[in-house]
């Protein structure tokens, strides 16, 4: 079992940053591919971001954030990070980390946290 833990949200101005946190236990993340996902109200849950293990090396992002987002992990740490630049009020929602491994057959989802972009 893989526990999820996001952190890093909160409040922020237009054109401002964010950095979400994402510690995961339980597990070693090495084997999953870790990703983003968020959720608007009244919107269904959409995918970030992602990045494979380190033996794939991919990375996705989503076209509206895309050049305004970078995902990282750190498997020694056992976390993975969304750095937001340049955000804007279309960003705020409830950020989810994910865990997915087709090996393991495995899928886990953190609590969320909660990001609001507004002057």
């Known amino acids: 079992q893989l526990q999820l833990v996001e952190s890093g949200g909160g409040l922020v101005q237009p054109g401002g940053s964010l950095k979400l946190s994402c510690t995961a236990s339980?597990?070693?993340?090495?084997?999953?591919?870790m990703g983003w996902f968020r959720q608007a109200p009244g919107k269904e849950r959409e995918v970030v971001s992602c990045i494979s293990t380190t033996k794939y090396d991919f990375t996705y992002y989503l076209e509206s954030v895309e050049g305004r987002a970078t995902i990282s992990r750190d498997n020694a740490k056992n976390m993975v990070y969304l750095q937001l630049n340049n955000l804007e009020p279309e960003d705020t929602a409830v950020y989810y980390c994910?865990?997915?491994?087709?090996?393991?057959?495995?899928?886990?989802w953190g609590q969320g946290t909660q990001v609001n972009v507004s002057s």
């Open positions: 339980g597990s070693t993340i090495d084997d999953y591919t």
């Open positions: 994910n865990a997915r491994s087709t090996v393991r057959a495995a899928d886990y």
